[in-house]
């Protein structure tokens, strides 16, 4: 089970500022589970600290059955997708896709299975060999996913995936990040100011608000009001 569990979780920064206070949510295993709200709220921080990047001021963050506030990242069984992709610009689409991999001294074989494979889903193994700048912003957003992919996480961490892709490029992306849902049947926590996006993709979403939980609810009972 990978669900998660986050109880009364708050970060208060070195500087004494409060970005997120009493949030509590029980989060499913396979869900797909949006944050929004206006810039500021705690989106970012929230998935940092789920992905160890930020460390926990207090409260509990389970993931499945372990307790993991002072699990270190790369033992946390998550991947983040990043808005600004973080590729590594000296290295090939193949080797930023292997890298993580190769930190964790996975075989050679089961590196090379799993990166083509996840280069074959996001129809990128055209250009495996290639470098990130000569890639269009598109193929580099589905080489930051596969480089998530190819970790096969538990849960899968993405903020603003999309924000820097023109609208026509968004809307397929859309789609991509539907079918791999889909196809990985993992957990996936998304942050976004898209209200389509979150339409679309959430089975529940979150909407938060000054660092604080304002409501839960499903797209349609948050979006088809009048
Ligand atoms: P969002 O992702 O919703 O835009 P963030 O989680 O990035 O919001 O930020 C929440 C709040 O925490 C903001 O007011 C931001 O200025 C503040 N913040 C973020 N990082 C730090 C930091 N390192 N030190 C102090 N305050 C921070
Ligand atoms: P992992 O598979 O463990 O997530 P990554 O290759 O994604 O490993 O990244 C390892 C660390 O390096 C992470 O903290 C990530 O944020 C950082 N990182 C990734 N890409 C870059 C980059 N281009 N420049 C600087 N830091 C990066």
Not at 45 to 66: P, V, Y
Not at 181 to 196: A, E, G, S, W
Not at 200 to 215: A, C, H, S
Request: positive net charge.
């Amino acid at each position: 089970v990978a669900g998660l569990k986050l109880k009364n979780i708050e970060k208060r920064y070195s500087n004494g500022f409060v970005a997120v206070k009493d949030f509590n949510l029980d989060i499913e295993d396979k869900e797909f589970i949006i944050f929004v709200g206006p810039s500021g709220c705690g989106k970012s921080t929230t998935l940092r600290m789920i992905a160890g990047l930020e460390e926990i001021s207090s409260g509990e963050l389970w993931i499945g059955d372990k307790l993991c506030n002072d699990v270190a990242p790369k033992d946390r069984d998550i991947a983040m997708v990043f808005q600004n992709y973080a590729l590594y610009p000296h290295m090939t689409v193949y080797d930023n896709m292997a890298f993580g991999l190769k930190l964790r001294k996975t075989p050679k074989e089961e590196i090379d299975r799993r990166v083509r494979e996840a280069a074959k889903i996001l129809d990128i193994d055209q250009c495996l060999d290639r470098k990130p700048k000569a890639l269009s912003g598109g193929q580099r957003q589905r080489v930051a996913m596969g480089r998530a992919i190819v970790r096969e996480p538990k849960v899968f961490l993405m903020d603003e995936p999309l924000s820097n892709l023109d609208a026509k490029l968004r809307v397929q992306m859309r789609t991509e990040i539907s079918k791999m849902h889909h196809r990985l049947q993992t957990t996936f926590i998304y942050v976004t100011h898209d209200q389509v996006e979150a339409m679309t993709l959430g089975t529940r979403i979150v909407v938060l608000k000054d660092g604080v939980i304002q409501q839960v609810d499903s797209p349609s009972n948050l979006y088809s009001k009048p």
